[in-house]
C-alpha cells in the first residue's frame, strides 16, 4: 500500500513540490495522549502518531505562520497525508507547516494494541469526541501559547468524516483552530435530517449519467440475476467461477448478504473516487471510473450475459493494477489503509447514517431502514446499542444560523455524500462551495491538468477563506 | 438545610413571586443520563434530578417562549433554585420555564449511590464535561426539535462554578444554548493567566475597607497568635475552651493545618456572601457580614484578647442563628447543601486554581503555589494526579477575541473570584459586566430594596442582553 501510494504523487502531477524537496515528506511522531480524555478513573495512556513536515515555515520569524493540520480520519494518516495534496501545494505559500493527526484505533494508533477490537470495554473508547480531545492535546502541546502571545493560527482540514472532524473542531475548540476547511462532510448525514434514501438516489445519478443510462438498468436489474444465481448449487458454481472469490461462496446468503453488500459499497466508493485522472484512494482505478465502470454495462444486457459485463466491469474497481489474483468480498477497503473495522464500530454507536433504497429512485434492492434491527445486529456484533441521536446532540447540524463561524463547507454534486452535506448557508460565517462536476473531497487533492474548473475555482475559494482568517486572527493579536 | 432554605424566600422580599404563586415552587423530576458520555465502553445510567416550573411558560403557544436554565454547581440543585431569585423575577416577565438542573455527584444525582465517592474508578466520571453533556442531553429531550422549527431558545445561568458552567455550555453547545449569563464565573483561575496571590489580594482589600483597617491586620498577625498556643498543650487546652471545637484539637497541626485551612474558607466565603441583606446561602449571616465580623476586630488586638475578639468575629459565621453547639472546623460548608467532598476531587483534577500568598500584600500566612506538593497530595488521596492545563485547553479563556458570542460575564469588584474572571473584553458579543459595590453572583439574587445601584444596573444590563439573544434567535428563525 506504502509503494502504490507513493506511485500516486507522480501520476498526480505534483512536480512543483518535487521541485521544492518535499514530495509529502514528513516526519513520523508519537505523543502520548489520555485513553480517555473525559474521566479521571484511569491514568492510562498510547502513542498517538502525527505526521509533520516544517519545511515550508523554517525560513521566517513569523509568530503567525500557519499551522495547516489535517484532522485525521478512519484511516492510516498516511494514506490522506498523500491524498491530500491541496494541503502541501498550500504550505510553501503560506509559510507554513502541515501536520497530519492520526485518529485512535485507525492506522498505528492503537490504544491498546492488538486488543484494541475488544468490544466494548476497549473499542468503547473509539468516538468523535475522544478523537478530537486527541487533537486539541496534540495542538496545544506542539503550538503553546507563548507567554501572553497567541499561539500561532491553525487552519484545519478533512474530506469526508475527517471533514465532519475539522468542522468539529473549530465548533468546540475555536481557541484551537481559526477557521475550517470541511470538505465533502456530511454532518447532516443523520436521523430526522437527511432522508435515509438521498444518498443512493445521488449514487445511481452518477451510474446514468457517467456513459449512458444502460448502466443503471443493468445494475438495476443484476440483484435480481445474482439472486437466481444463488439459488441453486450450479449457480453458486457459476458465480464461484466467473468471480474468483477468495474463500468460495457456499450459499445463498454469501450471495444476498455479502455480495450484496460489497457491490453496494464499490459503487458507492468509485462514485466517490471518480476524479478526472489515474488515482489511488480506496483503490487504483483509472481516470473517471465510473464512465470505464459504465462502458462495461453499455447495452441492456441480461442473464449470463449481464454476468459477464458486470465482472469485467467490477474489475476496474477490483483489479486495475492487475495484481488482484482473486476477489475479497469480505472488504471494498481491502489494502487501502482504511480502517473499516473501527469504522463499522463508529457506524454502530453514534455515526448511525441511515441508508435506504426503493428500487425506483435509485438502483438497488428495496430495503427500509429499520433502527430497531439495526441496533440489534449492532447489539450482537458490539454488546452496545447504537446512540442514533448523540452526533447532532454533540454538533449541532440542524441549523447552523449565528453561533458558529469559520468553517467552508464544500461538496462535489456528484459525491453520494453531498446528500448530507451542508449546501446552504444563512450565516454569514460559514461558507458553502458546490462543485457541480466534483467527486467526494476532490478539492482536497493535488491539482491536475485535468481538474474541472469548478474544482479549481472551489481551490481559490478555500485559499481566500483561509487568508481572510489568518488576516483576522493577525487582526485580533493581542495581549489580555 | 431545606427547610432553612426555604426561610430565606421570605427574607430576600420575594413578595412579588410570592404573589404569583410560584414561591421558589417547582416539580423535582429525574431523567436517565448515561454515566460515560464520551465513551462506548458500558450502558449504565443514573439518575439526574432537575427542577421545573412552567407556571409563566403555561398561557402562551409562543414556540419561542424561552428556557432560563441554570447550570448546577458544587452542590443541591435546590440551594441554586433558591439563591438565584433574578431568575424567578425574569421568568414571569419572558413567559418563561424554569429549569435547574443538578450536577452530577452533587445533591441527590450520584451515579453510584453510596459508592459514588469511591476513587477514582467512581469518583472519575465526575468532570466538566460530563456535566455539561448531561445538561445538553436533558435540554435537548425536554426542548425537542420540533419537525422542521428549532427548538426554544434557551439562556444559561450560573453562578461561580456554575457561571463557568453556563459559560461553557455556550461555547461547547452553541446549538443548545442561545447566550449565558455568566455570573462571577473565574473561567481564568487556571496555572498561566492568573496570578496565584490574586484571590488573596482582593480578599484581604474586602476586610480592609469593610470596618477599618485594623480588621485585616489583626487577622494577618493571628496566625502566629495561634500557632504560639497550637505549640503547648496549655494552649491546646485555652483553644478546645473559647472555640469549642466539635472534635477536641490535639496537636499542633490541628490548628496550623485544619484550622488554619478552615479560618482562610471562612474568610472567602464571608467576603463571597457579603451581601447587603441577611441570606442563608453558604452559612446564616446578617447583612453586610464582613463589617460585622470586622466591626469584632476593630482595634489592634494582641494574645488572649485578639484570641477572644477572633473567636467572636467567628460566630457571625458560624453561630448567626444561635443553634450551633460546637464549631465543625472540617468543613466551611457544613450543612449548607455545598457538596466539598466533589469539590475537593474536581480541585484535584482538572479545577486547578492555584492559590498562593505572601502575608505582606495579602493578610495570610506566606505559602508558595508549588504543583509538586499540590499533585503528590492529590495523587494520594484520589489515586489520580491533577492536569492543571486540562480547563484552558478545553475551555479556552487566554483570549476571547470572535470565536465565541453570547456570554455576559458579570463580576463584583469585591468578590475574590473576580480576579480570575473576565473583566475585559476585545470581543463585541461578549459582554462584561462589573459591579464595584458586588459580592459573589449578588446579581444573579433576588432583588432586594438594599441592593447597591450597581447591582440593580447589571440585572438590567442583563434583561437587555438576554433580550437581544431571543431577538435574535427569533429572527433566525428558519427551516433549513
Not at 309 to 335: E, P, V
Not at 455 to 472: C, F, P
Amino acid at each position: 500500500m506504502m509503494t502504490a501510494a507513493s506511485g500516486v504523487v507522480l501520476i498526480l502531477g505534483l512536480s512543483t513540490i518535487l521541485c521544492a524537496g518535499a514530495a509529502y515528506e514528513y516526519q513520523i511522531k508519537t505523543i502520548d495522549v489520555p485513553i480517555d480524555h473525559f474521566t479521571y478513573t484511569s491514568e492510562a495512556t498510547f502513542k498517538l502518531r502525527y505526521l509533520i513536515n516544517e519545511t515550508f515555515a523554517q525560513n521566517t520569524n513569523d509568530p503567525n505562520r500557519p499551522i495547516l493540520f489535517y484532522a485525521g480520519n478512519e484511516g492510516d494518516i498516511e494514506l490522506f497525508a498523500k491524498n491530500t495534496g491541496f494541503m502541501w501545494e498550500l504550505a510553501p505559500k503560506l509559510k507554513a507547516s502541515l501536520l497530519f493527526i492520526e485518529h485512535r484505533f485507525y492506522g498505528q494508533s492503537l490504544p491498546f494494541g492488538n486488543a484494541s477490537f475488544d468490544s466494548p470495554k476497549n473499542l468503547g473508547y473509539l468516538t468523535s469526541e475522544q478523537a478530537l480531545a486527541d487533537f486539541a492535546l496534540v495542538l496545544r502541546t506542539l503550538n503553546p501559547i507563548n507567554g501572553t502571545n497567541r499561539a500561532r493560527p491553525v487552519i484545519a482540514f478533512g474530506g469526508s468524516y475527517g471533514g465532519m472532524l475539522a468542522a468539529w473542531i473549530r465548533i468546540k475548540y475555536p481557541h484551537l483552530v481559526a477557521g475550517a476547511i470541511a470538505a465533502s462532510a456530511p454532518i447532516r448525514q443523520f436521523q430526522g435530517v437527511t432522508q435515509c434514501g438521498i444518498f443512493n438516489q445521488i449514487l445511481t445519478s452518477v451510474y446514468q449519467v457517467a456513459y449512458n443510462a444502460e448502466c443503471a438498468s443493468n445494475i438495476r436489474r443484476s440483484w435480481t440475476m445474482l439472486q437466481n444465481y444463488s439459488s441453486t448449487a450450479e449457480g453458486l458454481r457459476v458465480l464461484n467461477e466467473k468471480f474468483k472469490f477468495c474463500t468460495n461462496i457456499t450459499k445463498a446468503t454469501d450471495v444476498t448478504e455479502t455480495f450484496f453488500d460489497y457491490l453496494t459499497d464499490v459503487y458507492g466508493n468509485l462514485a466517490m473516487i471518480n476524479y478526472p485522472y489515474e488515482s489511488n484512494f480506496l483503490a487504483p482505478v483509472p481516470a473517471y471510473p465510473v464512465r470505464e465502470f459504465c462502458g462495461r454495462l453499455d447495452k441492456n444486457y441480461t442473464g449470463a450475459e449481464l454476468l459477464d459485463h458486470l465482472q469485467s466491469a467490477l474489475t476496474i474497481y477490483t483489479n486495475y493494477d492487475g495484481k488482484a489474483t482473486c476477489l475479497n468480498i469480505n472488504s471494498s477497503y481491502d489494502g487501502s489503509g482504511i480502517g473499516d473495522r473501527g469504522w463499522d464500530f463508529q457506524a454502530c454507536t453514534e455515526m448511525v447514517m441511515p441508508m435506504c433504497s426503493d428500487g425506483v429512485h435509485d438502483m438497488f434492492p428495496p430495503q427500509q431502514w429499520n433502527m430497531q434491527t439495526y441496533s440489534d445486529k449492532c447489539f450482537k456484533k458490539y454488546g452496545v446499542h447504537p446512540h442514533p441521536a448523540n452526533a447532532l446532540l454533540n454538533y449541532g447540524g440542524e441549523f447552523l444560523e449565528g453561533s458558529i463561524t469559520n468553517i467552508v463547507f464544500s461538496n462535489g454534486l456528484l459525491d453520494p455524500w453531498s446528500g448530507g452535506g451542508v449546501l446552504r448557508s444563512t450565516n454569514d460565517n460559514i461558507k458553502i462551495v458546490l462543485i457541480p462536476e466534483g467527486a467526494h473531497h476532490i478539492d482536497l487533492r493535488a491539482s491536475n491538468p485535468n481538474d474541472p474548473a469548478s474544482v479549481t475555482r472551489a481551490r481559490s475559494v478555500h485559499v481566500k477563506n483561509i487568508q481572510k482568517w489568518l488576516d483576522e486572527y493577525r487582526k485580533q493579536q493581542r495581549v489580555y
